[in-house]
C-alpha cells in the first residue's frame, strides 16, 4: 500500500494535485474537512462529539479527529485499496505519531510526507485571485490570508521535522503549470 500525507499551504494547489494524484496511483483521497462534514452532516457519534467544540468555537481535539480518521481508514480498507492520500492530516506532531501507530497496526505505513513549497507572495497572490469567485471570506483579505499561512508553517515545521526524521519529507516546488507539478509529484511517488 501507497500512503501519502499531502501537505501545502493554503493556495499551494494541494486539492488540484490531490484529485489528479488519487485517480493516477488509485489512492483512496482522506480530507479532514470532508471527513468532517460527512460525521457532522449524518449526526455520527462522532460528529455529534466534534459538534460539541466547533458551536463554541474550538478547535476539536485530536482525540476526536484521530478517532474520524481511523473509522475512515477502517471502512475503506474492506475495499483493499492501494494507498490512501491523507490530505490535513496529521496536523499535530501527536496525530502524526497516532497515524503512524495505527498505520503499523494495519500492516502498514505512511511511505511519505510531501509537501508542496511555494513562496509567501505567490501564494498571497493566488488565494486573492481565488477570492474573487471563490466566495470564501478567507480568500478576499490580505492579513487573513497571510495569517492562515503564518500558521500552516507554524504547525507544519514539526511535522516537517518528525517526517524527516524518518526520512520520509519530500519538499516538492509547487510553482508553475498543473502539469508540470503533478510531474514533480509523480517523480517522488513513483521512487516511493
Known amino acids: 500500500m501507497t500512503n501519502i500525507v499531502l501537505f501545502g499551504p493554503p493556495g499551494a494547489g494541494k486539492g488540484t494535485q490531490a484529485e489528479v494524484l488519487k485517480e493516477k496511483y488509485q489512492l483512496i483521497h482522506l480530507s479532514t474537512g470532508d471527513m468532517f462534514r460527512y ?3 449524518n449526526n455520527t457519534e462522532l460528529g455529534k462529539l466534534a459538534k460539541t467544540y466547533t458551536e463554541k468555537g474550538h478547535l476539536v481535539p485530536d482525540s476526536v479527529t484521530n478517532e474520524m480518521l ?3 481508514v477502517n471502512r475503506h480498507l474492506e475495499t483493499n485499496p492501494k494507498g490512501f492520500l ?7 506532531k501527536e496525530q502524526a505519531k497516532v497515524l503512524t501507530e495505527f498505520m503499523k497496526e494495519k500492516g502498514t505505513e505512511v511511505a511519505a510526507m510531501i509537501a508542496l513549497e511555494v513562496d509567501d507572495e505567490v501564494l498571497v497572490g493566488r488565494l486573492l485571485e ?3 469567485s471563490s466566495g ?3 480568500d478576499a483579505n490580505e492579513e487573513v490570508i497571510r495569517e492562515r499561512i503564518a500558521e500552516y508553517y507554524r504547525k507544519t515545521d514539526i511535522l516537517k521535522e518528525y517526517y524527516q526524521a524518518e526520512d520520509k519529507y519530500y519538499g516538492v516546488d509547487g510553482v508553475g503549470s498543473i502539469e508540470d507539478i503533478t510531474e514533480r509529484l509523480n517523480k517522488v511517488i513513483d521512487k516511493l
Open 39 to 41: 460525521n457532522m452532516k
Open 70 to 72: 481511523k473509522a475512515e
Open 130 to 132: 481565488r477570492g474573487k
Open 136 to 138: 470564501r471570506a478567507d
Open 86 to 92: 491523507f490530505d490535513g492530516y496529521p496536523r499535530t
